[in-house]
Nanobody, 118 residues
C-alpha cells in the first residue's frame, strides 16, 4: 500500500494549485485523510483534513482559500489551493488512515513541494 502525493510546483502569489494524494494497493477503506505542510526551519503543521464521511477541517491560515475533497472511487484526496500566498510555501504531505486486509494504520505520502513567489 502506498500514498502518492503530486501536483506541487512554482506559482505566483494569488495563483492556484491542486494537490492530489492517491492511494494504491489493496485498500478496504480510506478513513480520515490529512494534508500537512512543512516550511524550511518550521515544524510540520496540519493544513486540512477530511473524514470518511466527508467532514472537513482547516487551519485558520488557509480557511476560505483551500478546499479538501475526496474521490472514493479513485482512492484519491485533493487539496485545491487558491489565492496562494508566499507563506504557503513548503513541502506538502498527505497522511491517511487506511484499512487494509489485516491492518488499520497510518500511511504517509512522500511530499510535494509548493513554492509561491511574491
Amino acid at each position: 500500500v502506498q500514498l502518492q502525493a503530486s501536483g506541487g510546483g512554482l506559482v505566483q502569489a494569488g495563483g492556484s494549485l491542486r494537490l492530489s494524494c492517491a492511494a494504491s494497493g489493496i485498500i478496504l477503506k480510506i478513513n480520515a485523510v490529512y494534508w500537512y505542510r512543512q516550511a524550511i526551519g518550521k515544524q510540520r503543521e496540519l493544513v486540512a483534513s477530511v473524514t470518511s464521511g466527508g467532514s472537513t477541517n482547516y487551519a485558520d491560515s488557509v480557511e476560505g482559500r483551500f478546499t479538501i475533497s475526496r474521490d472514493n472511487a479513485k482512492n484519491t484526496v485533493y487539496l485545491q489551493m487558491s489565492s496562494l500566498k508566499p507563506e504557503d510555501t513548503g513541502t506538502y504531505y498527505c497522511n491517511a488512515d487506511l484499512t487494509t486486509p489485516g491492518r488499520r494504520g497510518s500511511y504517509w505520502g512522500q511530499g510535494t513541494l509548493v513554492t509561491v513567489s511574491s
